[in-house]
Antibody, heavy 115, light 112 residues
Framework: QVQLMESGGGLVKPGGSLRLSCTAS????????MSWVRQAPGKGLEWVSS????????YYADSVRGRFTISRDNTKNSLFLQMNSLRAEDTALYYC????????WGQGALVTVSS | DVVMTQSPLSLPVTLGQPASISCRSS???????????LNWFQQRPGQSPRRLIY???NRDSGVPERFSGSGSDTDFTLKISRVEAEDVGVYYC?????????FGGGTKVEIK
């Protein structure tokens, strides 16, 4: 069965950086777009970024463009999100999701941006 | 961006009774290939979201038959024929027709 496992979350100061990872199993990783979706505490779902099969096509939400970078390593069935210049409003649970229609989700990685 | 508007915000339901959630989009969700990329997600308390319905009315694997989706163009509905205790949670609609993908604000289903 499809499994997605995020890691790399933590507490970081405003302006700091963090790199999230997502390890996938149970499907042919390189055949699917992959995405990141976040959920601020007590709030709804917000799409963050998506990446195509080979990484040639990338989309970002306006709220993170220029600060976050999505990437993937198909040889390791892994998805990444490099987050720079973090702000308090980036505090959220970050989910890795399979494809651009989010048919499977990981358990999430908590990112807290606070001084 | 396409705005997704859900109603109601909160939905108290009696066990065994039906429930209905509305989702409206600010523009048509019919894609150039003829499909309509409107999905529904369930998020139980303390859990990750789970997709229930894709392309308006197709149930994902393992989703009980009591869940059904309908609608077209800009107006969509998720129905639960008979609510069970395990259905408590927040339900989100989401459009994948236009970039960026956008979610509705969520509807909290609770038992009366």
């Amino acid at each position: 069965q499809v499994q997605l496992m995020e890691s790399g979350g933590g507490l970081v100061k405003p302006g700091g950086s963090l790199r999230l990872s997502c390890t996938a199993s149970g499907f042919s990783f390189s055949d699917y777009y992959m995405s990141w979706v976040r959920q601020a505490p007590g709030k709804g779902l917000e799409w963050v970024s998506s990446i195509s099969f080979s990484g040639n096509t990338i989309y970002y939400a306006d709220s993170v463009r220029g600060r976050f970078t999505i990437s993937r390593d198909n040889t390791k069935n892994s998805l990444f999100l490099q987050m720079n210049s973090l702000r308090a409003e980036d505090t959220a649970l970050y989910y890795c999701a399979k494809n651009e229609h989010f048919d499977n989700w990981g358990q999430g990685a908590l990112v807290t941006v606070s001084s | 961006d396409v705005v997704m508007t859900q109603s109601p915000l909160s939905l108290p339901v009696t066990l065994g009774q039906p429930a209905s959630i509305s989702c409206r989009s600010s523009q048509s969700l019919v894609y150039s290939d003829g499909d309509t990329y409107l999905n529904w997600f369930q998020q139980r308390p303390g859990q990750s979201p789970r997709r229930l319905i894709y392309k308006v009315s197709n149930r994902d694997s393992g989703v009980p038959e009591r869940f059904s989706g309908s609608g077209s163009d800009t107006d969509f509905t998720l129905k639960i024929s008979r609510v069970e205790a395990e259905d408590v949670g927040v339900y989100y609609c989401m459009q994948g027709t236009h970039w960026p993908p956008t979610f509705g604000g969520g509807t909290k289903v609770e038992i009366k």
